[in-house]
């Protein structure tokens, strides 16, 4: 079975862009929820979607969205980047949700903001 | 608020060291508890898991016994191989929240 893939793998950009990043879970997977981990932060939870409805959201800037399609793949985006924004996304899918089932998670995606 | 507290990094060991890492956790209601393991470049893996109190979650020779006493659940490696060289991650995570809740890690270089 294929793992979690995120795409693209890393992405440099500018302040002020918008940037989107694409997440696509374990086939069977219903459950997709985004993480930001910094060497400062650590990791911090950003959103978790269920068959296409935001279950869960974290302390995040309103910058930052995300949705879930109807074939339980995800996209996240982050609308006018700052600097504080660099970051590895990580991108992680359960069948149903963390407390209580294997949370798959993605290889990340490293987004430079310059 | 749910938090977890792990032990500081970095911990470097010589092979077949005892390993052990500190975690332990505030939480309202009665949470799921697990350790993941995250290797250089790649996303982080299950390790192991105990969803109520005493239960014992163990796995390629790690334990970690989940204890509502203490609010704890220190993950363990009686013979550690320098392929445990990894950063180690303690979370947890409370039914109908839909998220987990990590500690800051702790990085484990484990040397010839």
């Known amino acids: 079975k294929a793992g979690v893939t995120q795409t693209p793998r890393y992405l440099i950009k500018t302040r002020g862009q918008q940037v989107t990043l694409s997440c696509s879970p374990i086939?069977?997977?219903?459950?997709v929820s985004w993480y930001q981990q910094t060497p400062g932060q650590g990791l911090q939870f950003l959103f978790e979607?269920?068959?296409?409805?935001?279950?869960n959201k974290g302390n995040f800037p309103g910058r930052f969205s995300g949705r879930q399609f109807s074939n339980s793949r995800s996209e996240m985006n982050v609308s006018t980047l700052e600097l504080g924004d660099s970051a590895l996304y990580l991108c992680?899918?359960?069948?149903?949700?963390?407390?209580?089932?294997?949370?798959?998670f993605g290889p990340g995606t490293r987004l430079t903001v310059t | 608020g749910n938090s977890v507290t792990q032990m500081e990094g970095p911990v470097t060991l010589s092979e077949e060291a005892f390993l052990t890492i500190n975690c332990t956790y505030t939480?309202?209601?009665?949470?799921?508890l697990f350790w993941y393991v995250q290797y250089p470049g790649e996303g982080l893996q299950l390790l192991l898991k105990?969803?109520?109190?005493?239960d014992k979650g163990s796995n390629k020779g790690f334990e970690a016994t989940y204890r509502k006493e203490t609010t704890s659940f220190h993950l363990e490696k009686g013979s550690v191989q320098v392929s445990d060289s990894a950063v180690y991650f303690c979370?947890?995570?409370?039914?109908?929240?839909?998220?987990?809740?990590f500690g800051a890690g702790t990085t484990v270089t484990v040397r010839a």
């Open positions: 992680a899918s359960s069948f149903q949700g963390a407390f209580s089932y294997e949370q798959y």
């Open positions: 939480a309202t209601g009665y949470p799921s």
């Open positions: 979370a947890l995570g409370l039914t109908k929240d839909y998220k987990l809740s």
């Open positions: 105990a969803t109520k109190a005493d």
């Open positions: 979607y269920f068959s296409e409805t935001q279950r």
């Open positions: 086939s069977g997977h219903r459950s």
